[in-house]
């Protein structure tokens, strides 16, 4: 039932003749119909490349355009830059765009592609991570697929879960990361996996995911999800982010924390991550023209931060990321919980010491990121 | 290449350029097509561009450039929209004169300016040209970008904000300062602030109706600053520091400044701040940290 909400929903598939052979597009043409699926030598629509006006971003969400990624598929997290604390993550983009629509997605403030994209070339993407792997595979790694398309909102379509899923059987070492806003887990929960699968949702207070969150699966049919991954073996994790400020804040974010501790015991969840409110200072924009100003996002009182981005006063978040760590540590100090893109200042002030020093997450920030890979990157970019 | 004259051309792309060519230069144009010297007398020659077999659009962009060749938003925004009139009223139907080539013409001449071709551009041009023309003199004036004017695109209606654009053209604020104000006056009318709210503050002039609109815009944050400002205020401060509240983007801290003029002299002050920084140990005493705990509390 649910794939077919997905098969409505999309108006076209564009194909790429170099993708036509792929098992992705043969899974495609076996679901869509006939008229809603064209092969194409080009992307659709090159015409609106560029930065896209508001309707072009929206049309983009709607169509799909399936085609091989030209390029490296393996990415350090945009979180590794100078200036914040970062959590050793690594990122492998398997598509461009959301089918969902949330007022504050930060891919308003990059995505110039008219359509959504989903690579086809998976198989290229497993090659390079075996290539890591041949150096790297006794070390711990996190590499998350979440960052440039939701990691599972289209999975149905794709299947792409099934072959990470396998393919990570040969690195126990290394953990596989997905990162969702959706509820669509049934695809995968009966494949065979090495226990090194991270299920993670993007949570916010039911409020937030109404008003903000367009398109997403709602909190509840999150975290239902997310004991269904946990009864079949797999990790999951929770990111409360982005926080958003909205006058009953306090208690909508509390009974957040109150909602996962009922259902979940620390020792289940290897970690909770929390982030605020943050975007380029361009993307304000398209938010305005798409969402109003009707917003908490739109309308959020934000400033410049020293890496540019636009982000509430920092007083303000050190006292949303302390209201929320605090009611979690009430409930039980064993709950594991850390500030996502967040400067090593909010860390001091939120704990009291840097990242690496919080006790429960030294593991998560130990710099243990193979000097030979951050060496690579840098070849990279030379 | 033909020299006619002004009453020959069947048609007039008149955008009401701000600058021209001195009348001892012809005007020009392409097609029976008019793109410069609008208003000179019906007999007043004009060269006629377009030679036989067509007219290739880096051609016309370079002509109408040769024209026109420092062109502000505004003036290429009237240009669009001359030309999206001429169109039979849909703007996706062109002259029919270029009806193959338009779109690679137009290209070419937003090229000439070092601008791209995109739906946002055309969506900014549109509603700038829709805005009164004493404002648009004003952006052209102080040489506002189709970004700086790109929030023009979230209004569902620019009638509704006259207002915005007449304080503007009053003020004649800088660039920078006229971007922000448009900016703030926007999103204020967009959250619903009355326009009687947002002029009153106005009425002191650019720059200080600018910090009025940002701490309207931003209120939680004014108010705390404010509740900083005169918690710091009460520090019993030596009289040869000045101390005051500071934002300095996200982050806000007290700024203290004192002059020295020797190491003697420093060593002393420092005392003095010494004292304050004791001071501050006293229970009861108000600072921004604790006011910022009753703010949100």
């Not at chain 2, 551009?121 to 102080?142: G, H, I, M, Y």
């Amino acid at each position: 039932m649910m794939i077919q909400n997905l098969i409505e929903k999309f108006q076209h598939i564009y194909i790429d003749e170099q993708s036509r052979g792929s098992k992705v597009a043969q899974r495609f043409v076996s679901l869509f119909p006939e008229e809603k699926i064209s092969f194409v030598s080009e992307m659709p629509r090159s015409e609106a490349r560029g930065s896209l006006s508001s309707k072009e971003f929206d049309r983009s969400k709607k169509e799909i355009f399936i085609t091989p990624f030209k390029g490296s598929f393996f990415k350090r997290c945009p979180g590794s830059k100078p200036g914040l604390a970062c959590c050793n993550y690594f990122v492998l983009n398997l598509g461009l765009q959301c089918d969902m629509n949330c007022s504050y997605c930060y891919l308003q403030s990059f995505i110039n592609t008219p359509v959504l994209t989903i690579y086809s070339n998976l198989d290229q993407a497993l090659s390079e991570l075996d290539e890591m792997g041949l150096k790297f595979s006794e070390q711990s790694m996190r590499i998350g697929t979440g960052e440039t398309i939701d990691s599972l909102s289209l999975d149905e379509l794709t299947l792409y879960s099934h072959e990470l899923i396998s393919f990570f059987k040969r690195y126990p070492n290394w953990r596989l990361e997905f990162k969702t806003k959706s509820d669509r887990v049934e695809q995968f929960l009966n494949t065979e996996h090495a226990g090194n699968v991270i299920v993670s949702w993007s949570v916010n207070p039911e409020f937030i995911v109404s008003s903000e969150e367009h398109s997403t699966a709602s909190l509840a049919a999150r975290l239902d999800a997310a004991e269904k991954c946990l009864a079949r073996g797999f990790q999951i994790a929770f990111h409360i982010d982005p926080m958003v400020w909205h006058p009953e804040w306090r208690e909508n974010y509390l009974g957040l924390v109150d909602e996962i501790v009922r259902r979940f015991e620390p020792s289940q969840i290897p970690y909770i991550s929390l982030g605020a409110l943050r975007f380029q200072p361009e993307q304000r924009h398209l938010m305005r023209e798409r969402f109003g100003l009707k917003s908490y996002v739109t309308q959020a009182e934000v400033f410049t931060s020293p890496d540019g981005k636009m982000r509430y006063d920092a007083d303000m978040r050190q006292e949303m990321f302390a209201h929320v760590i605090a009611r979690f540590k009430e409930h039980d100090p064993l709950w594991k919980v850390f500030l996502c893109m967040e400067t090593p200042e909010s860390w001091i002030s939120t704990y009291q010491a840097p990242p690496r020093r919080v006790a429960g997450l030294e593991e998560l920030f130990d710099p243990k990121v193979p000097a030979a890979i951050l060496a690579d990157e840098k070849r990279d970019l030379l | 290449m033909l020299l006619t004259t002004i009453s020959q051309c069947n048609n007039c792309l008149d955008f009401s350029p701000l600058s021209s060519k001195p009348d001892t230069w012809p005007a020009v144009s392409i097609g029976g097509y008019l793109i410069s010297g609008f208003n000179r007398a019906a007999d007043a020659p004009v060269l006629e561009l377009l030679a036989a077999g067509g007219f290739a659009p880096e051609a016309f962009a370079q002509a109408f450039f040769n024209e026109h060749p420092a062109l502000s938003l505004p003036e290429l925004a009237r240009f669009w929209t001359k030309i999206s009139s001429l169109s039979a009223g849909s703007p996706d139907i062109w002259p029919d004169i270029w009806p193959e080539t338009w779109p690679e013409t137009w290209k070419q001449v937003l090229l000439k300016y070092s601008l791209r071709d995109s739906e946002t551009l055309k969506e900014t041009l549109l509603r700038v040209a829709a805005t009164p023309r004493d404002f648009q003199n004003w952006a052209s004036f102080r040489g506002l970008s189709a970004k700086d004017l790109g929030v023009l695109k979230s209004l569902p209606s620019l009638t509704d904000v006259d207002f915005v654009f007449s304080e503007i053209v009053r003020l004649d604020p800088t660039r920078s300062t006229g971007v922000s104000l448009l900016e703030l006056m926007v999103e204020l009318h967009l959250m619903g602030r009355a326009t009687t709210d947002i002029l009153k503050v106005l009425s002191e002039g650019a720059e200080a109706g600018l910090k009025k609109l940002q701490s309207m815009r931003n209120p939680m944050a004014a108010e705390r600053d404010l509740s900083a400002q005169a918690a710091v205020e009460n520090w019993p401060w030596p009289q040869y520091a000045q101390a005051k509240w500071t934002r300095l983007g996200d982050q806000s801290a007290v700024e203290v400044k004192f002059h020295f003029r020797s190491v003697e002299d420093f060593k002393r002050k420092l005392e003095g701040l010494e004292r304050v920084q004791n001071s501050l140990q006293t229970p009861g005493l108000p600072t921004p940290w604790k006011t910022e705990a009753k703010l949100h509390s």
